[in-house]
């Protein structure tokens, strides 16, 4: 069986009213998508919010792992894995990146290499909408699938 990974995005100041369609998006995605690894960033509510319903979410399906994003070299700005997660994860080439730009092309890296998306993005003036709307684009290819909440 191939795995099925999911990455999430959103506004970092996002209501903890947007949890219950959180936990939603993310059982539809493990029962009917069949995703067993979910990655999610470390900067604000909404990653926060993600990474709680994932772990909660564990308990049912112990197969299913999460990762965090890291966008600053680990050497440069070490960060242990915070309880709950699996794993951590920095993608290839990102050294060469400025330090002002690397969590838009950390998250950018990511949404294409990943099948699944889950974005919080209502706000049209952000990073967050911008690569959900990357996303959505990339959709319409065949290559990822959007869920936005």
Request: proline share 6%; charged share 25%; with cysteine.
């Amino acid at each position: 069986m191939n795995n099925k990974s999911c990455f999430f995005i959103g506004h970092r100041g996002a209501s903890t009213e947007i949890l219950p369609a959180l936990e939603s998006a993310i059982e539809q995605h493990i029962s009917e998508y069949g995703v067993t690894e979910f990655i999610v960033g470390g900067y604000g509510r909404f990653d926060r919010l993600a990474a709680s319903a994932v772990i909660r979410a564990k308990r049912q399906h112990p197969q299913i792992t999460l990762v965090l994003l890291l966008p600053y070299h680990p050497a440069e700005r070490p960060i242990e894995k915070p309880k709950g997660f699996d794993s951590t994860y920095y993608p290839p080439d990102m050294e060469k990146v400025p330090r002002r730009l690397a969590i838009v092309r950390a998250n950018r890296y990511v949404v294409d290499h990943v099948d699944y998306l889950i974005a919080y993005a209502w706000h049209s003036a952000s990073n967050a909408r911008e690569l959900a709307e990357y996303a959505q684009k990339r959709e319409r290819k065949g290559l990822i699938t959007v869920t936005m909440l």
